[in-house]
């Protein structure tokens, strides 16, 4: 069985390379219908992951983006009330009342689906992205482990719907905040790191095929050397993808040939004030002439 | 590439030994239970499991639960399953082999919830007060078995005066507004869900506008109180802070620590603030000596904390920052301590004085994780602390 060598070969095709790590993680996820935790810093294609994923099993993609303070009528289902009021209006206007209305009023077409419900009343299984959920609360993270462990949700005014199918649940953390040991114990958990000097070319030669193999040779290991630095925020490979393209915007065809271009497209890479002052131009241009 | 471990002919096979290896993985530190070597047999159905290298990537993605435990898992992997051949007894460590192997994370958790309210020696009343006062220099060790009568450094009074104090800070820290929105009866925002409802039964004319906001939401006081031999003086007004800090509400939680950690919720808790004293003298058995301040919120962060601490907790570490630790012990406990969510307020006796700089290596490799620093030398100073809490 090389099932997971398939998988890693047509995340390739797809454009993305995946770490031995990161597709065995993915693959057992997939056989045992687990969910799969991905962590790691921000801009490490953990997000993608999903993406691909989607495209590879040619699947639907649902995405939803966690932030503080998200709650069940955010994430997972809340009546359309403008609507349902609407709706009573008009009955009784026409005379109709009691539980006719009632019946109506909650059923499913007045029902506004959010990514959750969403996702488990597919009939093909979707790939369900739940982005960053290291930023939802608490509170949050218990009611997902029960939807994430029976894939049921019950609706008062409707009955629990279980699903038809089961989503593919891809989650992401950048460790904003401890996650509940026991929503880690759900999950197939894959760290993933900064790519190695290979495969990070690897995935600048898959993403912008027109850059020359000497210049983003010389990319690679100018981000690679720069990521050695003491930084705030280490550039990820969403930021090594944008240098490319910043350099091959400004029609750069070596690294070490203008330092002020090299310096003005050091703003994809570097993201604060105190990484900016850091990185002078004499030190890029060090940092460049021995990527050379 | 190394030689796979042998097993011994008696093993009972794979299952076994999938499930002896999960219990060699629990008995360094990772948390699994029996669910994980149910997952990690299936996850082995779907690959090559004679494969060494995608047996280890398999069981890593199923075993391993953060990145440290990830990064540890190659070197369990390895002296389990590649023991350059030699024969591995019994696949399932028995109980006892197992206790003794896990000395370093579990026992040690265990340690400090076993000292809960237990009392070890009855109280003989006389506590410190035996010594001679000659005032002889003995070297001192690093733990000191001297015996401290908190009954001397805290008088119920105290506890009477700090109790109100600690009610009006917690009250200050406590005021945290949520960001999810609740049924109330005076609200910003109209509860649509509510209205629907109650219209319904006025024929679907909304005549009642129930309302919701954001409720408050009450912050977790944690404190971790230094009783080491250079805090000894600032005991009484410390201890008695948390007395009053612990009576004051329910969910306030306090550990003491100098090279061990002592939890002492429960002792403070008694009805009577007398005996409260006496089971913290109990307690507090061999106080007063060196400190460990990095190794104790160390053990602090990978223990207790998994239960007491949260985004809503505050944690007040009360200290003078002189620790025999190597300070990135400290600093690298606070990293984690911050990582659960919670705001952490360093008060130090010392700050109080003048011309006092954190210069001390464990301070100043604090300092940068505090969400506040303050001086605390007197109740009073404690009271006047309200308000910078509030603004926390």
């Known amino acids: 069985m090389q099932g997971w060598r398939d998988l890693q070969r047509g995340m390739a095709e797809h454009g993305y390379i995946a770490g031995d790590d990161l597709a065995m993680a993915l693959h057992i996820a997939l056989s045992l219908e687990r969910p799969l935790l991905l962590e790691g810093a921000a801009g490490v294609g953990k997000t993608e992951v999903a993406r691909v994923l989607a495209a590879l099993k040619s699947a639907r993609l649902i995405r939803l983006q966690c932030y503080e303070g998200l709650d069940a009528a955010q994430a997972i289902y809340e009546w359309n009330y403008p609507r349902q009021l609407l709706a009573i209006r008009a009955a009784a206007e026409g005379g109709e009342t009691g539980p006719g209305v009632e019946a109506r009023i909650f059923s499913d077409e007045y029902l506004l689906e959010r990514p959750l419900l969403q996702a488990i009343r597919q009939t093909e299984p979707p790939v369900l992205l739940i982005d960053e959920i290291d930023r939802a609360d608490e509170e949050f993270e218990a009611y997902l482990l029960e939807i994430l462990s029976d894939f049921q949700i019950s609706i008062p005014e409707l009955g629990t719907i279980t699903a038809t199918t089961r989503p593919m649940v891809i989650l992401t953390a950048n460790g904003t905040r401890d996650l509940s040991d026991a929503l880690r114990r759900r999950c197939i958990y894959a760290h993933v790191d900064y790519p190695e000097r290979d495969a990070e070319l690897a995935i600048l030669h898959a993403r912008a095929a027109q850059i020359e193999t000497q210049l983003a040779r010389q990319i690679i290991a100018f981000v690679q050397a720069l990521r050695r630095e003491d930084l705030e925020k280490t550039p990820g490979i969403a930021e090594t993808l944008d240098f490319a393209a910043a350099l091959a915007g400004l029609g750069i065809n070596d690294l070490t040939d203008d330092p002020t271009a090299l310096q003005a497209a050091l703003a994809t890479l570097l993201k604060t004030q105190t990484d900016r002052a850091n990185i002078t131009t004499e030190v890029a241009q060090r940092l460049a002439g021995r990527a050379a | ?392």
């Open chain 2, 1 to 392: 590439m190394s030689r796979v471990t042998r097993f011994a002919a008696r093993d009972p096979g794979p299952a076994a030994r999938v499930a002896g290896f999960i219990a060699h993985l629990r008995g360094n530190g990772l948390r699994l239970g029996v669910g994980e070597t149910e997952t990690a047999l299936a996850a082995l159905t779907h690959i090559t499991a004679c494969d060494a290298d995608e047996t280890r990537r398999a069981l890593k993605s199923v075993c391993a639960g953060n990145a440290e435990e990830s990064a540890r898992f190659d070197d369990l992997f390895d002296s389990y399953w590649l023991n350059a051949g030699r024969v591995r007894e019994r696949s399932a460590p028995d109980r006892h082999k197992n206790a003794d192997h896990s000395r370093n994370t579990r026992a040690a958790i265990g340690e400090s919830s076993s000292a809960r309210g237990q009392i070890h020696a009855p109280d003989d009343g006389a506590g410190a007060a035996n010594g001679d006062g000659t005032g002889q220099l003995i070297a001192s060790r690093s733990t000191s078995l001297m015996q401290h009568d908190m009954r001397k450094l805290v008088s119920p009074q105290d506890i009477a005066q700090a109790e109100s104090i600690a009610r009006r800070l917690a009250q200050a820290i406590a005021d945290r507004r949520s960001r999810r929105r609740r049924a109330a009866r005076r609200g910003d925002r109209l509860h649509f869900r509510r209205l629907i409802r109650q219209s319904l039964s006025t024929g679907g004319e909304p005549l009642r506008l129930p309302r919701k906001r954001r409720p408050d939401r009450t912050a977790r006081i944690t404190a971790l109180c230094d009783v080491s031999g250079s805090m000894t003086i600032y005991a009484r007004i410390f201890l008695a802070f948390l007395a009053g800090l612990i009576r004051a509400d329910d969910a306030t939680e306090a550990w003491l620590f100098q090279t061990r950690l002592v939890h002492i919720s429960d002792a403070l808790r008694d009805p009577d603030p007398l005996r409260a004293l006496n089971r913290l003298t109990l307690l507090a058995e061999g106080f007063g000596g060196g400190s460990k301040i990095g190794a104790s919120l160390d053990r602090f962060v990978r223990g207790p904390a998994r239960q007491s601490v949260n985004s809503r907790s505050v944690v007040l570490i009360l200290s003078d920052g002189y620790d025999t630790d190597p300070p990135e012990i400290l600093a690298d406990a606070l990293v984690r301590l911050h990582r659960r969510g919670c705001r952490i307020v360093w008060l130090n006796p010392l700050k109080g004085w003048k011309d006092y700089a954190p210069i001390t290596a464990a301070m100043a490799a604090a300092l940068p994780h505090l969400d506040l620093f303050a001086a605390a030398t007197t109740l009073a100073d404690l009271a006047a602390l309200a308000p910078e809490l509030e603004h926390l």
